[in-house]
């Protein structure tokens, strides 16, 4: 930390001047080679630089960092070494991640980024070693889903086929980027047998340790959407890490298309009746006994803030309904068996249920 405007080497050169003298009887200086410290790691960058474009080599990237693990009784001596002098010395980790990296700079013919890496390498010395750390590559877009038999993500018990929306982009995204796994990350979900229609659901795909970075997106969308598998994207455009928390914590309302149905003839106007009723309503939705074996036990405060009967007949009613984000449109109508109050069933006095649920809206403040 001594002297302004002189290099490490040129601060060490005057520093032992200054303090030959006054040196312990423990501590000698000699060979760099000999050192109790360093053991002359900054004679052997080349080495290790030979050694990360090795471990590198396959992987399209821009921007790097490198990190530095020191056998601690290394660390430790070097704590004890400086404590002589007053603690005024810089570490020898930060010492070598800045020279090695500019060395490693020139030989890459990349440029060194501290905020968003793209791939970081850590030396162990201990034992050695570089092992090479390749940031995700993040991609958002909007997806639509025309099926009734796809989850939104895999899942540990796969039924049917195995397919979801994520494994539908995911497998695509793969051949284009050469990645190991790739991760869907949604604004919200919808069930299964629940279209996602209209405006369309935001997303973020993660493709992890992908070799290939620079892809092309009209590729990857133009892939999915002929696919024939029911599911579309657009919009798509390379993203990071702060989109997925972005979009975790959007808290949109939703509109949906409901058909209803009963297991008596239903009564139009007393179905519109219940519909008024409805609307405006704070509702009490205890986590749905469909769920409750995955999610916590809760009871949520939802307001129903428009419903409207479009279409009615003795066998079936098709509604419009709009309601706060994380409302349950099945329970909603069924009431759960009592775990939401009210409920349309409750307000209509029989038993109604869910023949078709779509998602046709969502109702983002910037559309």
């Known amino acids: 930390m001594e002297g302004h405007g002189l290099t490490n080497i040129q601060r060490g050169e005057a520093f032992i001047t200054s303090i030959e003298k006054k040196l312990p009887e423990n501590v000698k200086l000699g060979n760099e080679k000999e050192c109790s410290i360093c053991?002359?790691?900054?004679?052997?960058?080349?080495?290790?630089?030979?050694?990360?474009?090795?471990?590198?080599?396959?992987?399209?990237?821009?921007?790097?960092?490198?990190?530095?693990?020191?056998?601690?009784?290394?660390?430790?001596?070097?704590?004890?070494?400086?404590?002589?002098?007053?603690?005024?010395?810089?570490?020898?980790?930060?010492?070598?991640?800045?020279?090695?990296?500019?060395?490693?700079?020139i030989k890459l013919q990349k440029e060194v980024s501290f905020k968003e890496p793209e791939i970081t390498f850590l030396i162990n010395t201990k034992y050695d070693s570089v092992n090479v750390q390749v940031k995700s590559l993040f991609i958002s877009g909007i997806y639509k889903k025309y099926r009734r038999d796809i989850p939104q993500t895999r899942w540990i018990h796969k039924t049917g086929n195995g397919e979801s929306i994520e494994s539908i982009i995911g497998s695509s995204l793969t051949e284009l980027s050469d990645c190991t796994n790739y991760y869907l990350h949604g604004a919200g979900r919808e069930d299964v047998d629940v279209r996602m229609l209209g405006n369309g659901r935001e997303f973020v795909i993660e493709a992890e340790r992908p070799c290939k970075r620079n892809i092309d997106l009209k590729v990857l969308q133009d892939t999915v959407n002929n696919s024939g598998k029911g599911v579309e994207i657009m919009d798509l455009s390379l993203s990071d890490i702060s989109e997925v928390?972005?979009?975790?914590?959007?808290?949109?309302?939703?509109?949906?298309?409901?058909?209803?149905?009963?297991?008596?003839?239903?009564?139009?106007?007393?179905?519109?009746?219940?519909?008024?009723?409805?609307?405006?309503?704070?509702?009490?939705?205890?986590?749905?006994?469909?769920?409750?074996?995955?999610r916590s036990d809760l009871v949520r405060e939802r307001t129903v803030q428009d419903i409207r009967l479009n279409h009615c007949d003795v066998s079936s009613g098709e509604l419009?309904?709009?309601?706060?984000?994380?409302?349950?449109?099945?329970?909603?109508v069924n009431g759960d068996n009592g775990r939401?109050?009210?409920?349309?069933?409750s307000v209509y006095g029989s038993d109604l249920r869910v023949i078709e649920l779509d998602v046709v809206r969502i109702n983002r403040s910037d559309e």
């Open 39 to 105: 053991h002359g790691i900054f004679l052997d960058m080349e080495r290790y630089a030979q050694m990360c474009m090795q471990e590198s080599s396959g992987f399209e990237f821009l921007t790097f960092l490198v990190g530095s693990v020191f056998p601690q009784e290394d660390l430790d001596y070097e704590r004890e070494f400086q404590s002589i002098f007053g603690d005024h010395g810089e570490s020898i980790k930060k010492e070598f991640n800045r020279e090695f990296g500019k060395f490693l700079s």
């Open 340 to 345: 939401t109050v009210p409920s349309l069933s």
């Open 245 to 294: 928390r972005k979009i975790k914590g959007e808290k949109y309302s939703k509109t949906y298309r409901v058909v209803v149905g009963c297991s008596e003839p239903i009564d139009c106007t007393k179905l519109e009746n219940a519909i008024k009723e409805m609307i405006g309503k704070v509702i009490y939705q205890r986590t749905p006994l469909r769920v409750s074996g995955s």
């Open 320 to 332: 419009e309904v709009t309601a706060e984000s994380g409302t349950y449109i099945k329970e909603l």
